[in-house]
């Protein structure tokens, strides 16, 4: 009996650290290797976050349905993902997946150049993207988009460490070019990082980034 409680202070330990380094739940990580180019993949679905905005802007108003005597905005999912890809010579590329799923009618469009834009515990940080990719948009079905943008491990570490962080995701589809660049109001989803969020970049960078 003694051993076994003397055992007890070593198993907790085990326990705790197993559980630090555990998968978040929900979160899944897909890993691909090329054997033609030699590179590998790592990339983390699933990581869903909360966003507000364009109740207003057109592209949702597209979208709006009477249910019940009431007026009902189209389902939206938006994921917040992390992606690390290795190059034949061994080097390493960090960036974040945003994808976005909008159900009904309506559209999200992405457009080369900084449409992520983070605040670090009040601090500015623009990411930028080469433009859309793997995106299906049709009449009265889902419109799926998804864009890639570039994160210093540097970058990430900060968001870690970060006590808030909030994004805002700019709508490509609003931005003609008679309109004034700061008239931006309702032309963008905004939200912010949960704990939940925050553990599943956290497991993504132990796990294969500082690996």
């Given at each position: 009996m003694r051993k076994f409680l003397s055992l007890i202070p070593f198993l907790c330990l085990i326990l705790s650290f197993s559980s630090s380094?555990?998968?978040?739940?929900?979160?899944?990580?897909?890993?691909?290797?090329?054997?033609?180019?030699?590179?590998?993949?790592?990339?983390?679905?699933?990581?869903?976050?909360?966003?507000?905005?364009?109740?207003e802007s057109a592209v949702i108003k597209g979208a709006l349905s009477v249910?019940?005597?009431?007026?009902?905005?189209?389902?939206?999912?938006?994921?917040?993902?992390?992606?690390?890809?290795?190059?034949?010579?061994?080097?390493?590329?960090?960036?974040?997946?945003?994808?976005i799923e909008i159900k009904d009618d309506a559209s999200f469009y992405i457009d080369n150049g900084e449409s992520l834009i983070l605040l670090v515990d009040g601090k500015r940080m623009g990411l930028t993207t080469e433009g859309e990719f793997n995106v299906s948009r049709s009449a009265r079905r889902n419109s799926v988009t998804n864009a890639r943008y570039d994160l210093t491990e540097a970058q990430l570490k900060s968001i870690l460490e970060a006590k808030s962080v909030q994004f805002r995701i700019m709508n490509g589809g609003f931005m003609e070019k008679k309109e004034e660049t700061r008239d931006k109001e309702g032309r963008y989803f905004e939200g912010g990082f949960t704990e939940k969020n925050k553990e599943a970049w956290k497991y993504f960078y132990d796990t294969y980034v500082n690996s």
């Open positions: 380094y555990a998968q978040p739940s929900g979160i899944k990580i897909k890993q691909t290797e090329d054997t033609f180019e030699g590179t590998k993949t790592v990339l983390m679905d699933g990581n869903k976050v909360k966003v507000e905005g364009l109740a249910l019940k005597g009431g007026l009902q905005i189209s389902q939206i999912k938006t994921e917040l993902n992390l992606e690390q890809f290795t190059k034949s010579n061994g080097s390493k590329e960090l960036s974040v997946i945003v994808s």
